[in-house]
């Protein structure tokens, strides 16, 4: 029996939820990690207009094994080598210090897969539209303006990608006087 794209991946979103049930955001109210992963995916289908059920599946799995126990391995075995390709070129190198993993994320953006950008861009895109209601604990209004500047980074690096995506970045971008 093959399994219908739909099921694929409400088995993928079911697997994202469990693996990320215990974090929690930084803002306030402290709201369930998991909102943010259905975002990224939520934005690629509904206002970047993606169908492709393995970049919206691999959106779904961006974080999870840089914030998880998961590993490549078990997304590949559970979701096939194309969904755990996208999500290994989306992956952060955890070993390396914060400051070297933002710096290549700014260096390595122009060379990602225009795949694996889309997914970039829609997980900029909803970190910064929270940030632009909310303060993470423990952080400044001075970190909070510094990540503006660094996700303009990585987003110029992206760019050609999605004209919906790079629009609603650069209003945000306008709003905080980056443009």
Known sequence: MTTSPSSRFMKCLQYAAHQHRDQRRKDPPQTPYVNHV????TILAVEA??????V???ALLHDV???TDATFADVEQLFG?????LVREVTDDKSLEKQERKRLQIANAAKTSPRAKLIKLADKLDNLRDLLVNTPQGWTEERRELY???????VDNLRGTNANLEYKLD???RQRGLL
């Open 38 to 41: 259905i975002n990224v995916s």
């Open 49 to 54: 207009c993606i169908e492709d059920e393995a």
């Open 56 to 58: 919206l599946m691999a």
């Open 65 to 67: 094994v840089e914030d």
């Open 81 to 85: 080598g194309d969904v755990c390709g």
């Open 148 to 154: 503006f500047v660094w996700a303009k980074q990585v």
């Open 171 to 173: 209003e945000i971008f």
